[in-house]
């Protein structure tokens, strides 16, 4: 192997990530093994993380990454296509010179055919050549960047080649998965046993890259390093919390996929379920990943499920129609690709949830979120009460508008608490103004991508940001129900203009209870 690959060194490393780390947090020595290395996901996320953790130092000097898909290619082709994928997806890296050969160097590619059997074989012969080339000491992380449906049987493949195992004691195992993590509760369920019959729940790593993006592991920071914020947070102060994740986009040439999914299981069952039980969930005994994901869990469990019945009042399902977006004109949802010209798959939904907990009791948490919708933006505001006794006359107050606290998870990452202030003069005139940090502002380097935080953690053997069975399956327990009411009541996904906020039943729905959406 190369010889100028590069010692990990946490202490002194230009990646905030891992600076000032102790030396015993350094990823041991691995082979990174992308099943779909050719796809898609392996070329525009994953490669460009591992490779910029490279530059930062962060990857061990005994490493290699193993590519298994079914193009034939040999390891400098593959090189080559991932040099050019870095060029053109991660364009502020430079893919050549002395830190690119090194990282060229790690990378190598098996092919795939239709013997499945014969090319784990294959697999294997390969990994132990490479193993015993860079001395990865038997310790292998699998990345299933296939299709959900080819999960249960890369396992099972991994299994007869007796690749699966984990050798205690000496070497380990892991395996990554990207969700859909099955597309309800049953098939979530199944998916969790055939892979646990396989890998122990602590040998897989369900990764959501919302948990990976910094300004949602800050929620964590914001709440409980602070002071003032957690006294604030339950239903004496708290009015509602809205939790919005908008695209501007439309679903792309994801239509095959989406068609089937909806906007309620593709971003709600995980994303935004994440995100809310981070906002909600009580503060975990310690940072212990096992700590942090039973409070999540817990949090999950809280939440009211939704009954079938009661679907048209707290849910909404959209479905954007063709329009002019920008001064351009634009597909609706049914002239997608691979879309059923009759398609009543949503690419919006709003709900409101409640939590039958002690500290939110009857404070609503209203999400939305949605495909090609004015702008790309995902926040969660916490708007307070009203103050309970209006010392100032109407024509002081009349500007008063409630405090709300903001979190801005991207794209203007940041957060921001808006109050009342004296408009300067000689009268007393009341105007909302507001505080805001930035973190483009407040820290000169720019934030790791999710997936650098998240493969790092998972060579680290770290699981806090990945997602638990009993999370999954709790977030489908919600899911569920809302879906079967859309089918019961035939609830027909409305339409809205793209470069709008969605279908105005959702702004109905607000109204129903005196609230409206914030304008973002
Ligand atoms: C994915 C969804 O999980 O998240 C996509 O499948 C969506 O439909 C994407 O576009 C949004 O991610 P981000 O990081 O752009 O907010």
């Keep these: 192997m190369v010889e100028d690959l590069q010692f ?165 195992r892991r395996l990554i998965i990207e969700k859909p993590f099955g597309t309800d509760l049953q098939s979530a369920r199944n998916l969790n046993r055939e892979l646990q019959s396989i890998f122990r729940e602590e040998q897989i790593y369900r990764i959501d890259h919302y948990w990976g993006k910094e300004t949602v592991q800050n929620i964590l920071v914001f709440r409980f390093a602070n002071e003032f914020v957690e006294p604030l947070l339950n239903s004496t102060y708290v009015d509602h919390i809205q939790i919005t994740v908008a695209e501007n986009i439309g679903v792309e040439q994801r239509g095959k996929f989406y068609d089937v999914t909806g906007a309620l299981r593709d971003m709600v069952q995980n994303h935004l379920l994440q995100v809310t039980a981070l906002v909600c969930m009580e503060p975990p005994p310690s940072l212990d990943p096992e700590a942090v994901r039973d409070e999540k869990t817990k949090l999950l469990r809280s939440i009211r499920r939704i009954q079938p019945e009661d679907v048209t009042e707290v849910t909404v399902r959209g479905q954007y129609a063709p329009g002019v977006f920008l001064g351009e004109r634009v597909k609706g949802y049914r002239e997608e690709d691979d879309v059923a010209p009759d398609s009543d798959v949503e690419t919006y939904v709003a709900l409101k949830l409640n939590i039958d907990n002690r500290r939110w009791h009857g404070v609503p948490i209203y999400l939305r979120t949605g495909k090609r919708l004015a702008k790309r933006v995902s926040e969660v505001a916490v708007r307070l009460r009203n103050v309970p006794q209006m010392l100032f006359d109407d024509a002081q107050a009349s500007e008063i508008q409630p405090n709300v606290i903001s979190l801005q998870i991207q794209p203007d990452e940041g957060i921001s608490v808006r109050f009342q202030a004296k408009v300067p003069g000689l009268t007393l005139n009341i105007r909302p103004v507001r505080m805001d940090f930035k973190y483009g502002a407040a820290f000169a380097p720019s934030a790791p991508e999710a997936y650098e935080r998240l493969l790092l953690d998972a060579m680290l053997g770290d699981t806090s940001l990945y997602a638990r069975d009993g999370f999954v399956e709790a977030a489908w327990e919600l899911v569920d129900p809302i879906i079967e009411g859309w089918q019961l009541t035939k609830m027909p996904a409305h339409s809205y203009l793209p470069g709008s906020w969605g279908p105005k039943e959702a702004d109905d729905m607000m109204a129903r209870d005196g609230r409206r959406w914030r304008r973002l």
Aim: hydrophobic share 40%; glycine share 8%.
């Design 8 to 172: 990990t060194n946490l202490e002194s490393s230009p990646n905030p990530l891992r600076r000032g780390l102790p030396r015993e947090k350094a990823v041991m020595p691995c082979v990174f093994v992308v099943f779909g290395g050719t796809g898609d996901l392996a070329h525009r996320k994953l490669l460009p993380a591992l490779y910029h953790l490279y530059r930062g130092g962060l990857l061990p000097r005994k490493f290699a990454i193993l590519s298994y898909a079914s193009g034939d290619l040999t390891d400098d082709q593959y090189r080559e296509s991932i040099q050019e994928s870095i060029q053109n997806f991660a364009p502020s890296m430079s893919a050549e010179g002395n830190k690119w050969e090194g990282f060229a160097q790690l990378l190598h590619h098996c092919r795939r055919t239709s013997d499945v059997a014969e090319s784990m074989q294959r697999l294997k012969k390969r990994l132990a050549e490479i193993d015993s080339s860079v001395r990865a000491e038997g310790n292998y992380l699998f990345y299933l960047a296939v299709p959900p449906s080819a999960f249960a049987a890369t396992a099972k493949g991994l299994h007869d080649v007796g690749l699966a195992q984990d050798p205690e004691g000496r070497a380990w």
